[in-house]
């Protein structure tokens, strides 16, 4: 009983501290400090080596968060597909609705980790030729939706998908 009212008593004492001394506060105002002085570096938002290029994320961003930016030396990913723009996220117009990574192909149609988040997109290690010639794992319906908004169907080639594509076109008008 001793025991439990001196944790009490303590346990008081500590939020009494911390209400008026701000004791727990030394590491909160460093952080606030170093991003006053912009020593905080953001997180990366795109995976630029990973990505495909495909504008998708560009197209279906709600609030135009999302520009594609012109690369110095363009890739050949596949025979049709060239990747020679890549997605830069402002955050100061993202409203966090995900639509980005959730319709990434990278994600959304191989599998893979998305190569944008609007919080971290953290590493993402890809084979971008052996990935663009993979099978898909998607359902048609989905890939309907995904299929409106790439600016260019290519990446939709190497995966016996001219059935359905014929579909989606059918399903989109
Ligand atoms: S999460 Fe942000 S950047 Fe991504 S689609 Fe939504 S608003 Fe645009
Ligand atoms: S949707 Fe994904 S692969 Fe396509 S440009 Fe955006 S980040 Fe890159």
Redesign the pocket.
Known sequence: MKNLVRIILEGAFGNLKKILFASDRVTDMEMRENILQGKIKPKDK??ID?????????N?CPTCA?T?VDLESPKELMEGWTKD???KLDSEKCVFCYY?HD?????ALFGEK???HPNDVGEVELDLEENMNKPFKISEDKLAFISQYLSDKNVLKNNNTENKLEKIHKFSK
Do not use: K
């Open positions: 795109v995976a990973a990505c495909i290029g495909c504008s998708g994320c560009a279906v999302i594609m723009q890549v997605p980005c319709f990434c192909p990278v994600y998305a190569t944008i």
